[in-house]
Structure formats: C-alpha cells, structure tokens
C-alpha cells in the first residue's frame, strides 16, 4: 500500500507549498509532543494515526483480540462533525476546520475497523455518510475530497461500505459506481507485462500503466472486500490467465489482475518499490497485501512462496514500520491459512498488541514487549517527508504529485 500510505504525507507536503506554511499550518492541528491515550505505535502520527490505528485494532479483531477501549475511542474520537476523518488530530475536542485535511482514505480505513468491532454504528453511518456525498461523477473516489479517482482510495471506501452493510456496486453518482471506475483502470490482457494489472490512475495523456500496489488493492476491491480479503476458502485449480471479456465482469477483471501478480511475483517471490535515483527494494507491505488479493480470488496457493518469503524476511521491517505492518503482515498469514502466532518464528499477534494498550483479550502468548516492537517508526512516513521536502524543494509539487502517479512497480 505504498501508494495510499505515501498520499498522506504528500496531501500534507502540497498544503505546505500551497499555503507558505510549515507543518503547523498546514495540517490542523500540529502533533502533541506527547502521544495520544489509547494510540498504537510510537512515532509522530501526523500522516498516519488513523490508518495505523485502524489496521491494528481490525487485524486484532481478526484474531479473536477485543482491543483495549481506550483504543477504541481514540480512534472513533478522531471523527469529524461532517463523519469524515482526518490522518490524525492532536486535539479531538477542537472542532475541525478548513485546514483539516480529511481523506477518503484515514475515513474508509477507520470505518472497516469500527464496523468490524461493532457498537460504533454511529460513527460508522457518519463516515459513509460523508464518503458518499463527496463520490466523484466517474463512481469513484480519491485522497482527499474532490481530487481525481485513484483504484487506491476507491477500493478502501469500497472495503468500507461493505464492512458497514451497504452494497458497493449500488453507490453510484453520475450513474457510475465504485465497480466502474475500477474495471475502467485495469489494464487489457493484452498490453505486454502489465496485462490484467490495473493502474492508480491514468497518466496526463489518459495512458495505463499496471501498478502492483494499485492492483492489489483493486482486485480485492472490485469483489467488494475490504482490507482482511476474504476467508481462504477452497482455491481455484489452476494457476490465473488473463481473459478478455465483453462485459468487463468485475470478477473476471479481478482474476486478470491476480494473473498479472502472480506473473509479478514469480522472480523473487516478493514485489518491488523504487525511488527516483534508488534502486529497487522489497516491498513487504505490497507484497502481503498481493496475498490477501490472491487468496481473496481463489488463488491463495499461488501466494505460498510469497507468504514464505514474508515469514523469513519481514522481521526488521515490521518493527520498525510498526503497528500497521505488524496488521498487516496478520491480515496476510489469516488469508495464507498460516498462524500469526508462528510466523517466521515470531508471534506477529504479541508484537502488535505490544505496541499499544494492553487488549481486553490478549492472546496467551502475548509476552512480547514494547521494547522488541516498534521504537523506530510506524509507517514509513518520516522517509517519505524527508523524500517529499528535498523532491518540492527541488522540481516542485506538481511533479510530485503527477510522478507518484506514474510509478509502476513490477
């Protein structure tokens, strides 16, 4: 999900630009010095709050954990007057004002983790209520309000009005829904290497490029799932290909991009992400979320290697990505059908619980400390400001936020 967890850190970057502002002006409000009651992870949650907050407490759910109340709250706190979320507020009892930047993506994320949980069916009405008045014509949705269509963002509201009991293929503006705009970016069977994959959004001259991060996400999306995919279930016998069909059947679309990762994921058995002038390096969180994608459309076998490569490999990365790599990483063994508790050699459930409020009900094993999980970052986003800072500093926003675009991950 580096795409969508990159966006946050950006959205808040271009504010920077547009307004002359720091920081502080330019995400409302500025982070607390002291971390939130109730929050998990350790590092400034300014880009990040709620997402990670969110994926901890619905990868706990997942496994039977009832996270701590005060976990709870600090998220469904979080919610605006208007139901919509921003990355983070340090100061929940303000009311939101213009200069916060509320997302599709922090609201659709902390609507599937609230509905999940249950008793928050308020604060779950709002959130749809909100994410549905701010669809754009084309069915879909992007980061913030009003910004372009991206299968991203589009297919974590789709995972939120499913955990909330609506039907995403029935949410339409402009006659388009959420399905639509998806099928609409992926790619045809027969454009070379990136057949059946699905794009984040089209370039500037309207062209698709298949991006693994996107297609992951959109081929749980398109079958109108949300972040933990669907249980395994019984897997399909042979391996995906990519069909072309005259009606576009979501589920036709979806297995065309299970064939293009399961083709991205044949060399080294994990996917890959790069930055301009770096060279390319494992991309673990895209990677699991491939897993859950392959397993959502019946080709959870195709992901074994992938989940194998995770368990020996993943270690370093998530404690010091933090709580939503820890999710994460829970969410993919869950759909692998392998034990998150004996994952690599590592309990994942006990690494996540350790990294904030002790749950209602732990694991037995949960023994692991603070100390062994997350004391150097939670997601990522302190290298992406860095990177974001000197890219504005240097070419300006805009080709920041158009290159994001085109990155294209194989």
Known sequence: MNVRRSAAALAVIAAIVMTGGGPASAASPSPSSALPTGLYGTSDPTYDGVWRQSLALLAQD??????AASAVDWLAGQQCADGGFA?????????????????????????????ALGGQDAVVGKAVTWLKSVQNSDGGWGY???GASDANSTSVVVGALAAAGEKPGEVVKGGKSPYDLLVKFALPCGAGSGGGGFA?????????????????????????????????????????????????????????GAA????????????????????????????????????????????????NWLEGNSAQWAKQAGPAAYAQLILAADAGSVDPRDFGGQDLVSLLNATGPAPVSPSPSSTASAKDSDEDGDSGFGTWWTVGVFLVAGIGIGFLLSGRRKRQQL
């Open 62 to 67: 997942t496994v039977g954990v009832k996270p």
């Open 87 to 115: 990355a983070f507020r340090s100061d929940a009892g303000s009311a939101c004002g213009a200069k916060t930047l509320v997302d599709t993506n922090s609201t659709g994320a902390a609507v599937q983790a609230l509905a």
């Open 144 to 146: 913030a309000a009003g």
């Open 200 to 256: 984040y959004q089209p370039d500037k001259k309207g062209k698709l490029v298949a991006n693994a991060d996107a297609t992951a996400a959109a081929v749980v999306g398109v079958l109108g799932k949300g972040f933990g995919g669907a249980a395994a279930g019984k897997s399909a016998d042979a391996s995906p290909t990519c069909s072309e069909s005259a009606s576009a059947e979501p589920a036709q679309v979806a297995r065309n």
């Open 260 to 307: 293009y990762l399961v083709q991205a994921l044949a060399k080294d058995k994990h996917l890959t992400s790069a930055l301009a002038g770096a060279e390319d390096q494992p991309d673990y969180g895209n990677t699991a979320d491939a897993v859950v994608a392959l397993a959502t459309v019946g080709q959870g076998q195709r992901a074994a290697d992938a989940l």
